[in-house]
């Protein structure tokens, strides 16, 4: 596909910015924005009536993706993250035709590679989804950077599920983790990726598996601080907005969603149900 020159002359700091995920885990992402760019207004969209997308076809993650970036450019976006590994690794592609170059794309992929390429020089372990393991694009997108790492990847399709269930601090999970974590491809690991969006919210439980003996990459805040780059440079981070709108769409209402939302945005947001 020939890259079409990026135009976002049309666009005002004013407009909010876009975030999707199959479920909660973008959130963490989100919560970073929110952390970094306090005055930026937030649209996100979780497909929980298609979740776990890791488990879906390529054509599947495609078809959602694709809708969801509708709906954000229809609702007025100035930029539009892919807070989803599983949708980066399988519809980055589409979703950038899909923007036409209009609008800034984010994903959560890319930006984490090029940091690990750079910055780090050992051996790397990724936990994700099927989907995502199945695409190589970490190894791949790392290796291009630094073709002396060494990068090995987990397919850890239980923890979605689990994390979704809102099993936190639960014995089920532990030992998925424990499980998953022992597998004698991450033996020899020094640093973790979590290729997977949703699992920044099992950090502590994965920090006390490793203690100090592997680093886990903070990957929600290097994808807020790319995204902050990103609209410096077009100036169009949004001032003066002390009272930002956060505005929540699920394609099915799920409690684990109200909660984990409401936990980081507070009670104030505006949750609905859309489906697309
Ligand atoms: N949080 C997503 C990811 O980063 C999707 C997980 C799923 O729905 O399977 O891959």
Redesign the pocket.
């Given at each position: 596909m020939k890259k079409k020159k990026e135009d976002y002359t049309h666009l005002q700091a004013d407009q909010p910015i876009g975030i999707f995920?199959?479920?909660v885990?973008?959130l963490t992402v989100a919560r970073e924005i929110k952390r970094m760019l306090p005055q930026e207004d937030l649209i996100y969209f979780g497909d929980t009536k298609h979740?776990?997308?890791?488990?879906k076809s390529r054509e599947a993650i495609v078809g959602y993706s694709t809708k969801i970036t509708d709906f954000l450019l229809e609702n007025n976006c100035k930029a539009i993250v892919v807070a989803?590994?599983?949708?980066t690794a399988n519809a980055l592609n589409e979703v950038l035709e899909t923007v036409d170059a209009k609008v800034p794309v984010i994903d959560?992929i890319n930006p984490v590679a090029e940091k690990v390429a750079f910055e780090i020089h050992n051996n790397v372990g990724v936990i994700?989804?099927k989907?995502?393991v199945n695409s190589g694009l970490y190894k791949k997108s790392i290796r291009k950077h630094n073709k002396f790492i060494k990068v090995d990847e987990l397919a850890t399709p239980l923890l979605?599920p689990a994390i979704e269930e809102g099993f936190k601090n639960h014995p089920i999970t532990n030992a998925i983790i424990y499980n998953y974590l022992s597998n004698s491809k991450l033996k020899n690991i020094e640093t973790l990726i979590l290729g997977?969006?949703?699992y920044p919210l099992l950090m502590d439980e994965i920090r006390q598996f490793y203690g100090n003996r592997v680093r886990v990459i903070d990957s929600p805040s290097i994808v807020a601080t790319q995204l902050k780059h990103i609209l410096e440079k077009h100036h169009l981070l949004h001032v003066n907005n002390p009272h930002p709108e956060y505005d929540f769409y699920v394609s099915d209402l799920t409690k684990n969603f109200e909660k984990i939302s409401k936990k980081i945005f507070g009670k104030s947001i505006r949750l609905e149900l859309k489906v697309l």
């Amino acid at each position: 596909m020939k890259k079409k020159k990026e135009d976002y002359t049309h666009l005002q700091a004013d407009q909010p910015i876009g975030i999707f995920d199959s479920g909660v885990g973008g959130l963490t992402v989100a919560r970073e924005i929110k952390r970094m760019l306090p005055q930026e207004d937030l649209i996100y969209f979780g497909d929980t009536k298609h979740l776990p997308y890791g488990d879906k076809s390529r054509e599947a993650i495609v078809g959602y993706s694709t809708k969801i970036t509708d709906f954000l450019l229809e609702n007025n976006c100035k930029a539009i993250v892919v807070a989803c590994n599983s949708a980066t690794a399988n519809a980055l592609n589409e979703v950038l035709e899909t923007v036409d170059a209009k609008v800034p794309v984010i994903d959560v992929i890319n930006p984490v590679a090029e940091k690990v390429a750079f910055e780090i020089h050992n051996n790397v372990g990724v936990i994700a989804t099927k989907a995502t393991v199945n695409s190589g694009l970490y190894k791949k997108s790392i290796r291009k950077h630094n073709k002396f790492i060494k990068v090995d990847e987990l397919a850890t399709p239980l923890l979605v599920p689990a994390i979704e269930e809102g099993f936190k601090n639960h014995p089920i999970t532990n030992a998925i983790i424990y499980n998953y974590l022992s597998n004698s491809k991450l033996k020899n690991i020094e640093t973790l990726i979590l290729g997977c969006t949703h699992y920044p919210l099992l950090m502590d439980e994965i920090r006390q598996f490793y203690g100090n003996r592997v680093r886990v990459i903070d990957s929600p805040s290097i994808v807020a601080t790319q995204l902050k780059h990103i609209l410096e440079k077009h100036h169009l981070l949004h001032v003066n907005n002390p009272h930002p709108e956060y505005d929540f769409y699920v394609s099915d209402l799920t409690k684990n969603f109200e909660k984990i939302s409401k936990k980081i945005f507070g009670k104030s947001i505006r949750l609905e149900l859309k489906v697309l």
